[in-house]
């Protein structure tokens, strides 16, 4: 039988944003270990496919860019947000609240996911 005996300083419970985002803080003072229960990281937030159809599920806490608290942390850590010019701008305010009603949408990337084309092809056309 063995015995192996590893020390942490910090020891987080949870792989989802909320853990993972607190793991690498901590990384930065003493060493970490983060416990995930599941084969997968990233708690909710997560991208499902089928039948050809990607369906992004969880929170987006990046949407609130980088002067957010995510976005300051991360560059804290050396990760910074980093945005892809979008082809096209899109408001939907009729649905989402000013402060984040601005979607970047380019035609032809958006066609090549079946999910995103069908549930933005009105718009498009």
């Known amino acids: 039988m063995f015995k192996i005996t590893v020390n942490f300083d910090y ?3 949870g792989g989802g944003i909320a853990g993972l985002h607190i793991g690498a803080l901590l990384n930065q003072h003493g060493k970490v270990v983060v416990l ?9 937030a997560k991208v499902v ?3 050809g159809f990607k ?16 976005g300051e942390s991360l560059e804290e850590i050396g990760k910074p947000i980093e945005f892809i010019k979008p082809g096209k701008v899109l408001a ?8 984040i009603s601005l979607i970047g949408l380019d035609k032809q990337k958006s066609m090549e996911t079946p999910a995103v084309g069908l549930r933005f092809l009105h718009l498009l056309i």
Do not use: Q
């Not at 939907?92 to 402060?99: E, Q, T």
């Open 55 to 70: 369906l992004d599920f969880g929170a987006y806490p990046i949407r609130f860019g980088p002067k957010s608290d995510l």
């Open 92 to 99: 939907f305010s009729s649905i989402i609240p000013p402060s």
């Open 36 to 44: 995930e229960k599941t084969n997968k990281i990233g708690g909710r």
């Open 11 to 13: 020891i987080v419970i």
């Open 49 to 51: 496919e089928k039948d």
